[in-house]
């Protein structure tokens, strides 16, 4: 089990600031129980039919089901919020991003073209280089997420970054999505210009990053 960022004394006012703040242990503990005897009868001969497991990134989690079983474990078990719409602009902020290693920020859902998107946002070490990722998976089987495309971009203090990619489906962890870097990758060293300048010198993370989904139209032939 890859570290967790429990240990982090996280100030009050700095919860107050979080659109989406990072899972502690000063968390309500209900958010980390999840009923380990909900399952499906899995079907070999389709794939299609498989369970999902649960996508949540705060804590493990056993729970596997269909798209709309999941929606409501997420909504009611780790009290993750769904957003509606083809945009969306998330800010992430923590008081001390130098002694950060390992974290991951709130999930947030997004619901839009009647499907719903993972969007995740994680600090981790790439060898020995602290970096932060964002990244989108889909909530459905991997042929219909080829079908979708999504864009992030991180901004401010006269700099942007911007990367466009297609959501990896929830049948892939979002452990391997992060370890295998598909998504926006900012070096810890470069977030820090994001919200910097000369009459700032707060060490405090404070990360802008906005997005869009959109369908690929199928090439008519």
Sequence with gaps: MEPRINDLQIESRVHVLLDFPVRTNQMPSAIYQCPNDYTEELNI???????YKCPYS?????????IQRLLLHLRNDHNVEMHDGRSFSHRYVHHNPKHLHHATWMLTLLDCFGRQFCLYFEAFHLRKTPMYIAFMQFMGDEEEAMSFSYSLEVGGNGRKLTWQGVPRSIRDSHKTVRDSQDGLII???????????????????????????WREQPISL
């Design 187 to 213: 070096t810890r060293k470069l977030a820090s210009f994001f919200w910097t300048d000369n009459n700032n010198t707060t060490k405090e993370l404070k990360l802008k990053v906005s997005g869009r989904v």
């Design 58 to 66: 705060g804590a493990k989690c056993n729970v596997t089901g269909d």
């Design 45 to 51: 001969e389709n794939p299609k039919k498989k369970p």
